[in-house]
């Protein structure tokens, strides 16, 4: 398996434009995960998904977020309109559970989308 | 509020000493912590996971020990190599839901 595919690798935006980030997640996972990192806040979770549906958006900034799992295989987090204080690293994850509670498993991380907004 | 504090931002140690590094948390009641491994320009990777009935957990040259009564984990790296030299983060369960809460992780540098 390719491991958690992410793109773009890096984006850079002006204030105000739509951003799209996309993932594939590793077949055969049933949890994603939606994650910001920055040197200020460090990793902190946005969503996750279980089954493609979203469990947990308590960390999703504001309405400026959104993010979507049409499918096992494909998730998207948007920003709109995009602002400079969105610049950050965004990492999406996955992990297969097993049936066991969702902090037992080792998450996957994707490489990253560095997203500079201007 | 809770909280997770891994040891100063930087740790730097000589080449085939052990590293130990120090994770924290107030107000949390984990069943499991995690320990991942984050080199510059990519994702985190997993590296240990000990439950809250563990006290100690091995893998390689990896040794994690998890003090429920201290709040506290320790990440042992022994012999350690400049291959080493990455960031560290722990991860701890918490929330209604149970997912992941991340440290803001120990840059460690082994240096030859």
């Known amino acids: 398996d390719a491991g958690v595919i992410q793109s773009p690798r890096h984006e850079v935006t002006e204030m105000g434009q739509e951003v799209t980030l996309r993932c594939k997640p590793i077949s055969g996972h049933d949890y994603l995960f939606w994650y910001r990192q920055t040197m200020m806040r460090g990793l902190e979770l946005l969503i996750y998904f279980n089954n493609n549906v979203p469990i947990d958006d308590s960390g999703m900034p504001e309405d400026r977020f959104s993010a979507k799992m049409p499918n096992a295989s494909f998730s998207n987090l948007k920003i709109q309109p995009s602002e400079p204080r969105d610049s950050a690293v965004y990492f999406c994850?996955?992990?297969?559970?097993?049936?066991?509670?969702?902090?037992?498993?080792?998450?996957?991380f994707g490489p990253g989308t560095r997203l500079t907004v201007l | 509020s809770q909280k997770i504090e891994q040891n100063s931002e930087a740790l730097n140690i000589q080449e085939g000493k052990t590293a130990t590094l120090t994770c924290n948390y107030t107000n949390y009641s984990p069943a499991y912590l995690q320990w991942y491994r984050q080199d510059p320009g990519r994702g985190p990777v997993f590296l240990l996971l000990i439950r809250e009935n563990e006290k100690e957990k091995r893998k390689e040259r990896l040794k994690v020990t998890f003090d429920t009564t201290l709040k506290q984990s320790l990440f042992h790296i022994t012999a350690s190599q400049p291959a080493d030299s990455a960031t560290y983060l722990c991860?701890?369960?918490?929330?209604?839901?149970?997912?992941?809460?991340f440290g803001s992780g120990t840059q460690l540098t082994v240096l030859p």
């Open positions: 991860a701890l369960d918490s929330g209604s839901a149970r997912q992941l809460t």
């Open positions: 994850a996955s992990s297969g559970t097993g049936g066991l509670p969702v902090s037992y498993n080792e998450q996957f």
